[in-house]
């Protein structure tokens, strides 16, 4: 049997215009930026404080992915899709792609068969240029942090070994992971070691998806720590006054993008912080903008509950002022099969005993939802590998354990084959009158808060902090950020910080190597393992396999 790619499934898909999909929302044309027919901006004005309290927010995460992902993004599409279908209005608010993985190896992130936001092409290249805007704002700071360290008169007197600030471009670049600046003599500036992030891993990302508004936005941006001046003088991005022009340029990034599902039902999209090195979750402003217009609102948390979603709750719904009603956890059989021992060329091949011994994986990911205080429904997201046999072996497993689960088929029957889920869903969400439990008390130490999520989320027996990390927490101490969330960078493979440690290991330690400061966001980055914020593309890149015909007609996207 043959299916249809992604890409020709959204290329055959007739799109309403954008001003059509505002008007479900109760939204006015002239309150529409518009992008074209098909994309806009929202003005933050939308968001109503008094609306946002009584809509229902969900969840969606997953349990430990395979390296192509397990469908989170097809999921929160599908069941936005399914929502709609049984009478719930429902807005679906997710994470711009970045061009690293649409070029690299997991591709893009504008859902899967059935299950998309349109314009697919669009979404998944340049969109409304957001992107582009947070790597130029970064790239602003650093040449400004340039600029004061080679002045004739000393300028802030800033230490350039002391600066961590680098430059970031939204590609997998390896070869600029570390570079020396400054070359070329008395006109190449200070000579100094430094290097690129990919634009994802910014703080300016970050600050921009846990800001409230212009206002907050530059507050933040001021308080991004550069450096210390060479008499240990900390020095921030206010010293250098540079918030006002870093906020000019993210003018319009700071505006939600609506565009529509393949089912011409609502999405805003904004925002894509990763959340194996970042929070991982779309915008605090779009979410609250989707609460504010919509009765269900569906956003999505990076990789698994141990990263994205303990980030959403400790982080997130901490800055954001709001909770979710509900987690939907996504497993897949393959994926059970990866943690069962199987290597990724046999995973679609039968094998229940693998999907057994893997299912370990995904009831530490149950237990997780369990310590953050919220109702969890499972999404086993079908793929067409997949037998009846294990289906049911699953299905089964997690009842008798009193798990709610339901078959989601969005990616093959878009919202028809979702709404057993959504109905879950709504019930879950429904009977919920609470608010999700963090894992740690801001208050508590550094050293506290990060072995509380290694031990409760992660189920490690312990941290180690290297020599590097111990010193950072003196400067974290000195800086007066010892109060702030942790947002720990660690390997979405596994429960560990060794990417080779599958299913749900027992005894291990987690090292923390460093940990850096973001204090304009508002957290610190304990680094755990060997993680890396400047990706390197695969062997065979997926940019390869990619074309465009003379009527500009792409191909080999995903």
Same mark, same amino acid.
């Given at each position: 049997?043959?299916?249809?790619?992604?890409?020709?499934?959204?290329?055959?898909?007739?799109?309403?215009?954008?001003?059509?999909?505002?008007?479900?929302?109760?939204?006015?044309?002239?309150?529409?930026?518009?992008?074209?027919? /098909?994309k806009?901006?929202?003005?933050?004005?939308?968001?109503?404080?008094?609306?946002?309290?009584?809509?229902?927010?969900?969840?969606?995460t997953?349990?430990?992915?395979?390296?192509?992902?397990?469908?989170?993004?097809?999921?929160?599409?599908? @069941?936005?899709e399914?929502?709609?279908?049984?009478?719930?209005?429902?807005?679906v608010?997710?994470?711009?792609?970045?061009?690293?993985?649409?070029?690299?190896?997991?591709?893009?992130?504008?859902?899967?068969?059935?299950?998309q936001?349109?314009?697919?092409?669009?979404?998944?290249?340049?969109?409304?240029?957001?992107?582009?805007?947070?790597?130029?704002?970064?790239?602003?700071?650093?040449?400004?942090?340039?600029?004061?360290?080679?002045?004739?008169?000393?300028?802030?007197?800033?230490?350039?070994r002391?600066?961590?600030?680098?430059?970031?471009?939204?590609?997998?670049?390896?070869a600029?992971?570390?570079i020396?600046?400054?070359?070329g003599?008395?006109?190449?500036?200070?000579?100094?070691?430094?290097?690129?992030?990919?634009?994802?891993?910014?703080?300016i990302?970050?600050?921009?998806?846990?800001?409230?508004?212009?206002?907050?936005?530059?507050?933040?941006?001021?308080?991004?720590?550069?450096?210390?001046?060479?008499?240990?003088?900390?020095?921030?991005?206010?010293?250098l006054?540079?918030q006002?022009?870093?906020a000019? @340029?993210?003018?319009?990034?700071?505006?939600?993008?609506?565009?529509?599902?393949?089912?011409?039902?609502?999405?805003?999209?904004?925002?894509?912080?990763?959340?194996?090195?970042?929070?991982?979750?779309?915008?605090?402003?779009?979410?609250?903008?989707?609460?504010? @217009?919509?009765?269900?609102?569906?956003?999505?948390?990076?990789?698994?509950?141990?990263?994205?979603?303990?980030?959403?709750?400790?982080?997130?719904?901490?800055?954001g002022?709001?909770?979710?009603?509900?987690?939907?956890?996504?497993?897949?059989?393959?994926?059970?099969?990866y943690?069962?021992?199987v290597?990724?060329?046999?995973?679609?091949?039968?094998n229940?005993?693998?999907?057994?011994?893997?299912?370990?994986?995904?009831?530490?990911?149950?237990?997780?939802?369990?310590?953050?205080?919220?109702?969890a429904?499972?999404?086993?997201?079908?793929?067409?590998?997949?037998?009846?046999?294990?289906?049911?072996?699953?299905m089964?497993?997690?009842?008798?354990?009193?798990?709610?689960?339901?078959?989601?088929?969005?990616?093959?029957?878009?919202?028809?084959?979702?709404?057993?889920?959504?109905?879950?869903?709504?019930?879950?969400a429904?009977?919920?009158?609470?608010?999700?439990?963090?894992? /740690?008390?801001?208050?508590?130490?550094?050293?506290?808060?990060?072995?509380?999520v290694?031990?409760?989320? /992660?189920?490690?027996?312990?941290?180690?902090? @290297?020599p590097?990390?111990?010193?950072?927490?003196?400067?974290?101490?000195?800086l007066?950020?010892?109060?702030?969330p942790?947002?720990?960078?660690?390997?979405?493979?596994?429960?560990?910080?060794?990417?080779?440690?599958?299913?749900?290991?027992?005894?291990?330690?987690?090292t923390?190597?460093?940990?850096?400061?973001a204090?304009?966001?508002?957290?610190?980055?304990p680094?755990?393992?060997?993680?890396?914020r400047?990706?390197?593309l695969?062997?065979v890149?997926?940019?390869?396999?990619m074309?465009?015909?003379?009527?500009?007609?792409?191909?080999g996207?995903?």
């Open positions: 049997m043959s299916f249809k790619t992604d890409l020709e499934i959204a290329q055959a898909s007739v799109m309403k215009p954008i001003t059509e999909i505002a008007k479900t929302l109760g939204i006015k044309e002239e309150d529409l930026e518009q992008y074209g027919r /098909y806009a901006k929202l003005p933050l004005e939308l968001s109503d404080e008094k609306k946002i309290g009584k809509a229902k927010l969900i969840l969606v997953a349990m430990t992915p395979t390296p192509a992902g397990e469908g989170k993004t097809t999921t929160s599409i599908g @069941l936005c399914g929502l709609n279908k049984i009478g719930k209005k429902t807005t608010v997710l994470r711009e792609p970045s061009l690293g993985p649409v070029f690299g190896m997991k591709g893009g992130a504008a859902g899967g068969g059935f299950s936001v349109v314009p697919m092409e669009d979404i998944n290249l340049h969109f409304t240029g957001d992107f582009s805007a947070i790597e130029k704002a970064n790239n602003l700071l650093a040449t400004l942090i340039d600029n004061d360290i080679q002045k004739p008169d000393g300028g802030l007197g800033i230490d350039p002391t600066v961590e600030w680098k430059r970031v471009m939204d590609m997998n670049d390896r600029l992971r570390n020396i600046t400054g070359l003599g008395k006109n190449g500036g200070m000579i100094r070691e430094t290097g690129f992030n990919i634009t994802a891993a910014s703080e990302m970050a600050i921009l998806c846990l800001a409230k508004d212009l206002d907050d936005l530059k507050e933040k941006i001021g308080n991004i720590y550069v450096g210390d001046t060479y008499g240990k003088k900390a020095i921030f991005a206010r010293d006054n540079a006002g022009a870093v000019v @340029l993210l003018k319009e990034a700071i505006k939600p993008n609506l565009v529509q599902t393949l089912e011409g039902n609502p999405a805003i999209i904004h925002g894509g912080p990763f959340a194996n090195i970042a929070q991982g979750a779309n915008s605090i402003i779009a979410t609250r903008m989707g609460m504010s @217009l919509s009765d269900f609102v569906v956003t999505e948390a990076g990789f698994g509950s141990d990263l994205g979603a303990e980030k959403f709750v400790d982080i997130v719904s901490g800055y002022g709001f909770s979710p009603d509900a987690i939907v956890l996504v497993a897949t059989i393959r994926a059970l099969k943690h069962g021992g290597e990724r060329e046999d995973l679609t091949k039968p229940l005993k693998a999907v057994q011994a893997g299912f370990d994986n995904l009831e530490k990911h149950i237990e997780n939802t369990k310590i953050f205080g919220l109702p429904v499972i999404s086993l997201n079908k793929f067409v590998s997949d037998t009846d046999e294990e289906i049911k072996w699953v089964e497993k997690c009842k008798s354990i009193g798990v709610q689960i339901a078959l989601a088929e969005g990616w093959e029957k878009g919202g028809e084959g979702m709404k057993d889920l959504a109905a879950q869903v709504v019930k879950a429904e009977s919920f009158d609470g608010k999700c439990w963090p894992v /740690y008390r801001w208050q508590d130490s550094i050293q506290e808060k990060i072995e509380a290694a031990v409760k989320i /992660y189920g490690a027996k312990g941290v180690e902090f @290297l590097k990390a111990k010193q950072n927490l003196n400067k974290i101490e000195r007066g950020l010892s109060n702030k942790v947002c720990i960078a660690k390997t979405q493979n596994s429960f560990s910080d060794d990417a080779k440690k599958r299913g749900r290991p027992k005894d291990f330690i987690i923390v190597r460093e940990i850096e400061v204090a304009g966001a508002g957290f610190v980055i680094i755990t393992g060997d993680m890396l400047m990706p390197g695969p062997n890149p997926a940019a390869m396999g074309d465009i015909d003379n009527n500009g007609k792409i191909s996207l995903s």
